[in-house]
C-alpha cells in the first residue's frame, strides 16, 4: 500500500510540471529507399503556426509541386553521421538548387523552436534569406544551428528509417554511394492540430498510459493483503478459543 501511495504521490507531483510541447498543424509522408529497397516511411510534423510561410513551401512542394516537381523522386545528397541528412533540391538534385513558391529564394522565419535533438527538420541554406526547397533533419542536437535555420517540424514517426538513412555508406563529398532516394511524398490527413512532447522519452505520457494497471493491480495486492490479515485475525482468534476449550 505504501508503494502505491509513493506512485500516486509522484503522478500528482510530475502533472504540475508543464513540459514543452510542439503544436503540429499537418503531416508529411516520405516514403524512402535505399538502391532501390523500400525501407519504410518518415512522417513529419510541421509547425504551420510558428512558421507559416516555411511550412505553405514545403506542403506544397511535397505534394502538388513545382511547375511539377515535387519531393517524390529527389534524393538525401548529403548524408553526415551524429549530425544531419539533408535532401530536397528538386531543381539541380546536387545541392545546388534553391525554388520555391516565392521565387528562389525566401526569407528566414523564427518560429521559436530549437535543434534540441534528433527528428527536428530545418530549412537549408546558403545564408541569411536564402531559403529553397532543400531541407535537413537533424539526428542529433545542433545548437550551433539555431538562429540561422528555420526549425519547421518535428519527425514523428519512423524514427528508424531517419537512422537508417544516417547509417549508410558515403563518399569524401558525404554523397551516399548508394541512392538514398523518396518514392513517394504526401500530405497525411490531419483533421485538426494536435500536441507532441519535445521529450523523447515522454515521461508523463507512460506514467499517464500505466497508472491505470498499476493502480488495478496494486488495488487487488491491497484486497488480498486484506484478506490475509482478516485470515491471520481469525486464526488468532481461533487459536484463542481452542486454548480457552482446553484449559476448561
Sequence with gaps: MKLLFIILSTVIAYSNVQASTYKITDQ???DIM????PIGRIVIGLFGDAAPKTVKNFLTIATEGINGRTYAGSKFHRVIKKFMIQGGDIDKGDGSGSISIYGKYFDD???GYNHIGPGFISMANAGKNTNGCQFFITTVATPW???IHTVFGKVIKGQDVLFKIEQTKTDVNDAPISPVVILKSGKLPTTAPFFI???PYDAWAWIK???IPLSFSFSILGFFHWVMKQLDSSCLKLQET?????QD
Aim: net charge negative.
Design 197 to 199: 512532447s519535445e521529450d
Design 145 to 147: 544551428l539555431d538562429g
Design 34 to 37: 535505399i538502391d532501390d529497397y
Design 109 to 111: 522565419e523564427d518560429s
Design 28 to 30: 508529411v509522408y516520405f
Design 209 to 211: 498510459a500505466t497508472f
Design 242 to 246: 481452542e486454548k480457552l476449550f482446553k
